[in-house]
């Protein structure tokens, strides 16, 4: 929920609760009109190949059958950039809102390596996976459960997302992996690379 302790296990996490933070307190300290939306895990098409959902369907599509990835394990709430678009229009839009920190979220939670699973399911192809050793997380900044809470933000503003539930998710992995699997989209991208 967003009463749950914030944790700057990273730096990144301190920076967005740093971010937050500085936010509400103009909203306390000058009546400034500010919304928290805290996002969870957001993919679609132009994602970053850095994250799990397009390294994993840019190596398929390379015809890679052995996926190199992180730590599979940990869960995640994973979110369909339209849902997440509809989530901020809908709070930008709702006045109750103002002074709240709301969780853009589905309400559902699958790990690393059933979500592997389910892109190779929905690209039709078999595949084994590896951990790789560069793309771990350093064991002190991994997060192990990431399952958001969207009671708030549905009540305040009646978003609920499009894409939510497992079979939500399989339609946006379909949507992300046709766009990744167009050749013209690629230009920018190297997949064989895991930069950083």
């Known amino acids: 929920t967003e ?33 928290i939306a805290r ?27 052995s996926l190199r990835l ?25 006045d109750d809102s103002i002074g709240q920190v709301v969780n853009a979220a589905s309400n559902f939670e699958i790990s690393i390596g059933d979500t592997a699973s389910l892109i190779a399911e929905v690209m039709n192809v078999e595949l084994e996976i590896i951990t790789d050793e560069q793309r771990l997380r350093p064991e002190s900044s991994e997060v192990s459960r990431l399952f958001g809470d969207n009671t708030r933000l549905r009540n305040l503003t009646g978003w609920k997302p499009a894409f939510g539930e497992l079979e939500g998710f399989r339609r946006g992995l379909a949507h992300t992996a046709e766009w990744f699997s167009d050749p013209s989209n690629l230009v920018s991208y190297r997949p064989d690379i895991y930069a950083i």
């Open 3 to 35: 009463e749950h302790p914030l944790v700057g296990q990273s730096p990144y996490a301190a920076t967005k609760i740093g971010a937050d933070q500085m936010a509400l307190s103009f909203f306390r300290s000058f009546d400034t009109p500010v919304a």
């Open 70 to 94: 992180g730590a599979t394990a940990p869960t995640r709430d994973f979110n369909f950039v339209a849902d997440i678009c509809a989530a901020f229009q809908a709070v930008s839009e709702c």
């Open 39 to 65: 996002p969870f895990n957001t993919y679609g098409p132009r994602q970053s190949a850095r994250a799990v959902i397009p390294t994993t369907i840019l190596q398929i599509v390379e015809g890679k059958q």
